[in-house]
């Protein structure tokens, strides 16, 4: 178990460009979550993955933001046109049964 | 949907000392888990304790414990012997239905421990 893996850790991006994240989960677990937390609150749900398919999105995830998870093995967090309240904290989390495991993160900057 | 209330924005503790965080929430689901996670300056979420709502008995793992009141949708976290290493936000969140996994979070509190 070698936990789950977000890459890159942090990203600093000029307002207007898309930005790519990556999330690896633990290699058994079909479930995949994506969270997204400002500094000083929780993490807020954006959507999650069940194997490939993307089961549910939250009404955060406008329409510049997608989510993909091929093969239902790692998956990607594209936001195009990034925008200066994008600036958080993206989580990554993955369970077989109701723990989430969680990554630690990759933290966005939009100047 | 779940709502979250953590009323407690910083608590602090001396060391080997015990503290009880506060949490009490809302819910629709007749199934479903509430769990604790902390968060220290790393970041990284860590599951703390978690508790099955349909069991009455208080979840324990070692030096934390919950008291789970149901009817009252409160489910505090007690730390007993309270470690430096135990400093970080704490979380509560609940979730349940067919929506495992998609948790609700509260604001969090604060804990310092105090050598």
Known sequence: DTGVSQDPRHKITKRGQNVTFRCDPISEHNRLYWYRQTLGQGPEFLTYFQNEAQLEKSRLLSDRFSAERPKGSFSTLEIQRTEQGDSAMYLCASSFGEKLFFGSGTQLSVL | ?115
């Open chain 2, 1 to 115: 949907a779940q709502t979250v209330t953590q009323s407690q924005p910083e608590m602090s503790v001396q060391e080997a000392e015990t503290v009880t965080l506060s949490c009490t929430y809302d819910t629709s689901e007749s199934d479903y888990y509430l769990f604790w996670y902390k968060q220290p300056p790393s970041r990284q979420m860590i599951l703390v304790i978690r508790q099955e709502a349909y069991k009455q008995q208080n979840a324990t793992e070692n030096r934390f414990s919950v008291n789970f009141q149901k009817a009252a949708k409160s489910f505090s976290l007690k730390i007993s012997d309270s470690q430096l290493g135990d400093a970080a936000m704490y979380f509560c969140a609940p979730t349940g239905g067919t929506s495992y996994g998609k948790l609700t979070f509260g604001q969090g509190t604060i804990l310092t421990v105090h050598p």
